[in-house]
């Protein structure tokens, strides 16, 4: 199964990923952003990716703190896969993704991009870098 799949074939059908948004961004600004696998510890192999970003958050570390809490109440498991940069701009329908972690590393800004079209289909401009901090 490779690594850059948003998610495994049958996740669609578990209640508990369903449960869980594969986005959630701030509205608007620039902001670090994680990017996490959440997966099933009941069902062998069944996991997503989730996208998280917020401006209130002063490290990566401190975004992916709150979603481990939620994922665990959920009864699911989760990894970061690593982190970047957003810059959110709803008014131009733009999104830029791009730089990376120090703590966890860079974000596989494919799979981040892939989860921003499906949420984001009205916008114009959703693109992504390996450069920049």
Not at 81 to 107: N, V
Request: some cysteine; hydrophobic content about 35%.
């Amino acid at each position: 199964m490779a690594s850059s799949q948003m998610a495994s074939a049958t996740s669609f059908k578990n209640p508990k990923l369903i449960s869980i948004p594969d986005v959630e961004i701030d509205k608007h600004g620039k902001f670090k952003y994680v990017l996490v696998k959440v997966h099933d510890p009941d069902m062998d192999r069944e996991f997503k990716h989730i996208v998280r970003g917020t401006a209130k958050a002063a490290f990566h570390a401190d975004i992916y703190d709150q979603v481990v809490a939620m994922i665990e109440d959920k009864g699911l498991d989760c990894e970061i896969l690593g982190g970047g940069r957003i810059e959110h701009e709803p008014a131009k329908k733009s999104i830029k993704i791009y730089g990376y972690s120090q703590q966890f590393g860079q974000a596989d800004h494919s799979i981040t991009h892939s989860l921003l079209l499906r949420k984001f289909k009205d916008y114009d401009q959703i693109t992504w870098s390996n450069e920049g901090y």
